[in-house]
């Protein structure tokens, strides 16, 4: 059997406005083993077949798959509806995780919540038929002075993700934005985890809204150097997704653009490597 480890992905909107060839391209030859395909209007109007295609030249898997980021001409509106498609795309491409957002919401006594927990629980039974898990993502508390939200208590998030057997997927800059612990939020979620949104945070003057999803180690919130090598040291050994913000990676060469990505990518595996060399005898 092949030893399990942590693969390395790349979100497709780090390079959203770009055709989707080019930015896989740029993903591949930062020297990711995947990528996270986040639905867009190109993927949407090729449809999942040439979609699929699109990633098998570049010779890069769909490692997990993420809804459209704005309302998008041809997703479907309905919770129901939404889920469904996030399933069916993650069966399609051969996903091992399906990422979806957390509703935001004060209460689950609406008939939106009923909506919303019985399109995750058909994606979820899909997603059992198939191979692939539905991977809850943590959300950020708000810094506004605006009452936290419902899914903002991680207590109640993991109790929720276990009452529906849904994954999770950690977004690192949300924790750091929160003012979270990140070790700490690692051990609480434990074994539920399989997919990290990987990306800095950084607090700004004036108590504006933090700076999130930056380059690794440009952030002043958090060490998430530490937080890999204690990945590694947990035994963790699913996706770790770079998922950071197209104006952190723009510009005007593709060499360019390469670089910058390929120096997130070296980043985690620098942390990740040096975790191993430290549990050799």
């Known amino acids: 059997m092949a030893e399990q480890r942590v ?132 959300t950020q508390r708000p810094t506004d002075g605006r009452p936290p939200l419902l899914f903002d208590d991680l207590a109640f998030f993991l109790r929720f993700a276990d009452e529906h057997n849904l994954s999770v997927t950690l977004d690192t800059c949300h924790a750091a934005a929160s003012g979270d612990d990140l070790p700490a939020v690692l051990a609480q979620i434990g074994p539920r985890l399989r997919n990290i949104h990987f990306s800095d945070c950084r607090t700004r003057p004036d108590h504006k809204k933090p700076a999130t999803h930056l380059r690794p180690g440009t952030g002043n919130t958090v060490d998430l150097a530490a937080f890999v090598r204690a990945l590694g040291h947990s035994g963790y050994t699913g996706l770790i997704t770079c998922e950071v913000s197209p104006l952190e990676l723009f510009a005007w060469s593709r060499r360019a653009m390469v670089r910058k990505l390929a120096a997130t990518h070296d980043f985690i595996a620098k942390a990740l490597a040096s975790t191993a060399a430290q549990s050799r005898p």
């Open 7 to 138: 693969r390395l992905s790349c979100s497709t909107a780090s390079f959203y406005e770009l055709p989707l060839a080019s930015a896989v391209g740029i993903i591949r030859d930062a020297g990711f083993d995947g990528v996270e395909l986040v639905a867009g209007p190109e993927s949407l109007a090729r449809g999942l077949a040439a979609t699929r295609r699109v990633l098998e030249r570049a010779g890069m898997p769909a490692l997990s798959f993420h809804p459209p980021l704005y309302p998008t001409p041809g997703w479907p509106r309905s919770q129901m509806g939404r889920g469904r498609a996030a399933a069916e795309s993650a069966r399609e491409l051969g996903c091992e995780v399906m990422v979806i957002h957390a509703p935001k919401s004060r209460t689950l006594a609406t008939p939106r919540a009923r909506q919303y927990i019985a399109a995750i629980a058909d994606a979820r039974d899909l997603g059992k038929a198939h191979g692939f898990v539905v991977g809850l993502e943590t």
